[in-house]
């Protein structure tokens, strides 16, 4: 089955400085890749997917790149601020089933 | 506000207990999707409806067992339940099936089992 790999597992940055998270996946018939942001006590919200036909989609301050030869995606988020604090997952679907997560990332932006 | 309802928020039971977990989708939302959520496993997909049927299904026990109405709420059964049972469950809603659409996540539902 599919086996989705996250890094780093924490990350630390300074305010308005860039972030950059990244996910591997196993099973090459992945053809959807959201990632989701979850503050404490709350459930994980879609901050931006991709499709595999798609190399790269951004919006605002926030991007994924895909390579599927390599089968590896990640999520950069520029200038960040305290309130993008949070985890934040990956994960790898066909068709909108059987959705892997990774492990998540926790995000800490200092001010 | 995502628009999916869990019931309850919290519950504490026992070991070897049954409990019910209630999920509704947000309005026009015929698929849902179980999701359990614990410290060491992550977050791990467990089942998935579509417009009452049962459509896809991940690592879920068979003391587990899942449901959709035909008023496309959908109820999350535990039985037999064992204290690695303890987890943040959420259910989340999404319009489509079968083309990746954006899932709406619920508050969860934080089942402790003593």
């Known amino acids: 089955g599919e086996n989705v790999e996250q890094h780093p597992s924490t990350l630390s940055v300074q305010e308005g400085d860039s972030a950059v998270i990244k996910c591997t996946y196993s099973?090459?018939?992945?053809?959807?890749f959201p990632w989701y942001k979850q503050e404490l006590g709350k459930g994980p919200q879609l901050i931006i997917d991709?499709?595999?036909?798609?190399g790269e989609k951004k919006d605002q301050r926030i991007a994924v790149t895909l390579n599927k030869t390599a089968k590896h995606f990640s999520l950069h988020i520029t200038e960040t601020q305290p309130e993008d604090s949070a985890v934040y997952f990956c994960a790898a679907s066909q068709y909108g089933q059987n959705f892997v997560f990774g492990p998540g990332t926790r995000l800490s932006v200092l001010p | 506000d995502s628009g999916v309802t869990q019931t309850p928020k919290h519950l504490i039971t026992a070991t070897g207990q049954r409990v019910t977990l209630r999920c509704s989708p947000r309005?026009?939302?015929?698929?849902v999707y179980w999701y359990q959520q614990s410290l060491d496993q992550g977050l791990q997909f467990l089942i998935q409806y579509y417009n009452g049927e049962e459509r896809a299904k991940g690592n879920i026990l068979e003391r587990f067992s899942a449901q959709q109405f035909p008023d496309l709420h959908s109820e999350l059964n535990l039985s037999s339940l064992e204290l690695g049972d303890s987890a943040l469950y959420f259910c989340?809603?999404?319009?489509?099936?079968?083309?990746?659409?954006?899932?709406?996540f619920g508050p969860g539902t934080r089942l402790t089992v003593l």
């Open positions: 991709i499709r595999s036909n798609v």
């Open positions: 309005s026009g939302d015929l698929s």
């Open positions: 989340a809603s999404s319009v489509v099936q079968g083309v990746g659409g954006e899932q709406f």
């Open positions: 099973d090459s018939a992945s053809n959807y």
